[in-house]
Nanobody
Framework: QVQLVESGGGLVQAGGSLRLSCAAS????????MGWFRQAPRKEREFVAV???????DYADSVKGRFTISRDNAKNTVYLQMNSLKPEDTAVYYC???????????WGKGTLVTVSS
């Protein structure tokens, strides 16, 4: 089992920045793909970004050029730097770990990001 704990959410004005962190514990010896997903009010959860153990990265089109995902394998932590935030980025952001972007086995409880206009 892997436990994931997100932090760094909060309230920010449009155009501002936030940095989310996700700390993994437990069975972290596996070389999991780590990702961020989000769920806005009254919407389905959607993919945001993913990073492999070796550093291969993919982003949703809606965040390309504004968000940056990174990981520190020694610290078992993945980050999401979010710049130029927009009101439509408002959502609960979830960290996930698994064998691929579409096969995430472990999920955190989420951290709320609110972007005011």
């Amino acid at each position: 089992q892997v436990q994931l704990v997100e932090s760094g959410g909060g309230l920010v004005q449009a155009g501002g920045s936030l940095r989310l962190s996700c700390a993994a514990s437990g069975r972290t010896g596996m070389r999991y793909v780590m990702g961020w997903f989000r769920q806005a009010p009254r919407k389905e959860r959607e993919f945001v970004a993913v990073i492999s153990w070796s550093g291969s990265i993919d982003y949703a089109d809606s965040v390309k050029g504004r968000f940056t995902i990174s990981r520190d394998n020694a610290k078992n932590t993945v980050y999401l730097q979010m710049n130029s935030l927009k009101p439509e980025d408002t959502a609960v952001y979830y960290c996930a770990a698994g064998v691929s972007r579409i096969m995430m086995d472990y999920w955190g409880k989420g951290t709320l990001v609110t972007v005011s206009s």
